[in-house]
């Protein structure tokens, strides 16, 4: 089991810019899919962004704003996010499978979660 953490979340008016980092407690080297998900008041969780070995996949609604990326040599994921608007607003959470494991590409997501991180977006 991998743990988690989030951060870089806050207050950002419409149009600012935010990081989020996510931290691994171990090594993400084999570690097949990581992404960052998001949930708004209301609404199920959806995809923001994902990274694979296959490569990176955007939500339509944060294409050519967001980027996300990883450091296997500080065991972390990153989501760079610009341009950003009211309606991102949400608590954003980063998974990932398991080591080794190819569940996501099997179609049963990821195995592993942080708690979240609050990004608000003003207008």
């Known amino acids: 089991q991998v743990q988690l953490v989030e951060s870089g979340g806050g207050l950002v008016q419409a149009g600012g810019s935010l990081r989020l980092s996510c931290s691994a407690s171990?090594?993400?080297?084999?570690?097949?899919?990581m992404g960052w998900y998001r949930q708004a008041p209301g609404k199920q969780r959806e995809l923001v962004a994902v990274?694979?070995?296959?490569?990176?996949n955007y939500a339509d609604s944060v294409k050519g704003r967001f980027t996300i990326s990883r450091d296997n040599a500080k065991n972390t994921v990153y989501l760079q996010m610009n341009s950003l608007k009211p309606e991102d607003t949400a608590v954003y959470y980063c998974g990932c499978s398991d080591p080794s494991s190819d569940s996501y590409f099997l179609g049963y997501g990821m195995d592993n979660w942080g708690s979240g991180t609050l990004v608000t977006v003003s207008s």
């Open positions: 990274i694979t070995t296959a490569g990176t």
């Open positions: 171990g090594s993400i080297f084999n570690i097949n899919a």
